[in-house]
């Protein structure tokens, strides 16, 4: 009873109702009996979200209570067509429903919230006209999920925690199907996207259109009842003297807020996380090449970062057919510029790019890796680019950044937005989540924000716990943005055993999306592989036009379909220590057979066969994996 008269005393009085194009997602909007603004959000009929809480407090004005709406604007169609380097489509076609609600305070201030509508979401941002300053205080959205919803949740690590002070980077295991309510086990939140299933409906939560002048969001720790709001950064996620929240003269507009709503597939197929990000700024074309990547450092550490070895990494990438190798930390200490400029020299008489790694940091962390420092202002930046064009590197990796502060935002977008300039693909480690960024920066191949493959290196725990994490990462991580997994090892690692088989490790090269794939395996690990997993390797494609999501349930398994041209790539793999049988649809390719690698009988062993459309059945190993290609 107490709960009933808890939703009567918000029923919704002024309620304004805004449908997606095909009419099966409904949002209302309305101003509660508390005088608040509120919304609802049902797919197909059935409820997705509970009243839930809009609104912003600035300094300068508080509109989280005593409103009325003021203006409700026509509802007009919204479309755009925009392509991606780095995606799970090459070719996207946005359309929505879009409508403006203008509420107002006491004072007499406005706001409006600008809702979209479309047919696998919904995103919602909100705007304050006018000059004169703007300083963030706090924002009231919230997310209210029924009791029996469930989520599938990442904490929010604690700044200033973790290797040398470099928390936070979007580096935990998932809390899987755990009921809505459930605290945070960290005080500083959950992370996006996080991911529900409300009914028959999931929604992935994240934002976009991070411009530089707003701060990162996260979840609140607290989602007592299954209501979750949006939590601010920690204060000291900033960078050196810069400021926390965001603080504008003039007109204030908020990132997007995002929710994929629908079926797992409708989601899963989802491209709302760069639909909502902004047009891509120019890049040289001839420079924007996605591709994969030999790397030493997954395996071998920082000992191997000399010119030696990472002469033997080019020849390795150039026998794998990929694009790129990533010369890791402390180069300019073990190489030096000159031995560099040999190395990038040499691999363009293989084809293959030279990466370089750079440490972001100022005084916000502790780490000591090389080079330091060289990136912190505009002028040190027009230097180290001009420096690393003149030694003929294609792209950096930039790491160990300071957090989701306004200030360390505006860091990541002056990065962006320079070297773009300077025609330099760039990479983002120790990183937040890039939120779009793909989308308006196309040079920016990939990010880590991930616990990536270099934990299960370092402890036993970490990687008897990597199978049910990498199950996680296409429904969440992996979602909307590409991601830097650093994917793939067929052999052990020094006191390590590894828990997933060939195949499982095999699936992750087309599961995980990245602009540039770095690939953990050495060139010893791939010499002893059979000739058909190094064909299928060498011809992977470098990026994707088309996807299908075709079964799979977070943190249990997963198989996903992906077009490249004329060719299809089907990959799954298994997370848990039983066989799973997966029946699969594949209609869309008529009559076809395919190429099939997949477990053989020892855990680091292949085997080939085929697979045939239009259905198949398989039976995945545990802790196993398949790919097959159909040209």
Excluded: C
Excluded at 82 to 108: C, H, I, M, P, W
Excluded at 453 to 474: K, R
């Amino acid at each position: 009873m107490r709960l009933i008269a808890s939703l009567l005393l918000s029923l919704p009085v002024l309620a304004q109702a805004l449908g997606s194009p095909d009419g099966q997602l409904q949002v209302d909007v309305s101003i509660n009996a508390e005088q608040q603004l509120v919304y609802t959000v049902q797919r197909a009929g059935q409820p997705v979200l509970l009243p839930s809480r809009l609104g912003l407090v600035l300094e300068q004005g508080d509109f989280a209570n005593g409103l009325k709406l003021v203006a409700t604007s026509p509802i007009k169609a919204h479309r755009e067509q925009y392509t991606l380097a780095a995606g799970k489509k090459s070719s996207v076609d946005y359309r929505a429903n879009e409508q403006r609600f203008t509420v107002a305070n006491a004072a007499g201030q406005k706001l409006v919230l600008t809702l979209r509508a479309s047919n696998d979401g919904l995103a919602l941002r909100y705007t304050v006209d006018g000059a004169g300053r703007k300083q963030f205080k706090d924002e009231l959205t919230s997310f209210a999920f029924a009791p029996e919803a469930r989520a599938w949740l990442q904490p929010m690590s604690v700044a200033k925690t973790g290797f040398a002070r470099t928390n936070p980077s979007y580096e935990e295991h998932y809390q899987v199907d755990i009921a809505v309510g459930t605290p945070s086990p960290m005080p500083a939140g959950w992370i996006f996207p996080a991911l529900f299933r409300s009914g028959a409906n999931w929604v992935a939560l994240t934002e976009a259109g991070m411009d530089g002048r707003f701060h990162a969001s996260r979840l609140q720790a607290d989602s007592t009842g299954g209501i979750y709001r949006i939590g601010l950064p920690d204060p000291r996620e900033v960078f050196t003297g810069g400021h926390l929240l965001a603080d504008i003269n003039g007109p204030l507009t908020t990132p997007w807020r995002v929710l994929a709503i629908g079926p797992l597939k409708t989601v899963m197929e989802s491209t709302l996380g760069t639909d909502l990000a902004a047009p891509a700024v120019p890049f040289d074309k001839n420079k924007l090449k996605p591709g994969h990547a030999s790397w030493s450092w997954a395996l071998l550490k920082d000992a191997a970062t000399v010119f030696d070895v990472q002469k033997r990494f080019i020849d390795y990438a150039a026998d794998m057919h990929w694009n790129y190798t990533l010369v890791d930390a402390e180069w300019d200490r073990q190489i030096g510029d000159a031995k560099m400029k040999e190395l990038a020299d040499y691999g363009r008489t293989k084809g293959i790019g030279l990466l370089a790694w750079y440490n972001s940091a100022g005084d916000w962390n502790d780490a000591p890796q090389t080079p330091r420092g060289k990136l912190l202002t505009a002028a040190d930046r027009q230097r180290e680019f001009a420096r690393m064009k003149a030694i003929g590197v294609a792209g950096l990796k930039v790491d160990f950044f300071g957090g989701d502060g306004a200030s360390m935002i505006a860091y990541y977008v002056d990065l962006l937005k320079e070297s773009a300039a300077a025609g330099l693909l760039m990479n983002f480690h120790g990183a937040t989540l890039p939120r779009g960024w793909s989308r308006t920066y196309p040079h920016l191949m990939t990010v880590e924000a991930v616990r990536g493959l270099e934990f299960t290196t370092f402890t036993q725990e970490d990687q008897d716990a990597v199978a049910t994490h990498a199950a996680m990462l296409p429904f969440t991580r992996n979602l909307f943005d590409p991601m830097d997994f650093t994917p793939m090892v067929f052999g052990d690692n020094p006191n390590i055993k590894r828990t997933t088989r060939n195949g499982f490790e095999l699936a992750e090269s087309v599961l995980f999306l990245s602009g540039i794939q770095h690939f953990a395996e050495t060139p010893d690990g791939m010499a002893a592989v059979p000739a058909y997993v190094k064909g299928l390797l060498r011809e992977l494609p470098r990026h994707w036009d088309e996807v299908r999501f075709l079964d799979g349930e977070p943190g249990k398994f997963v198989v996903i379909a992906r077009r490249a041209g004329k060719q299809w790539f089907i990959a799954g793999l298994n997370a848990d220590s039983q066989p799973r049988d997966v029946q699969l649809d594949l209609g869309w390719l008529g009559k076809a057979e395919g190429q099939l690698i997949t477990d053989g009988a020892g855990e680091r062993e292949f085997t080939e066969g085929k697979l045939a459309a239009p259905a198949a059945q398989l039976t995945l190993a545990p802790k196993g994996g398949f790919v097959a290609r159909f040209r």
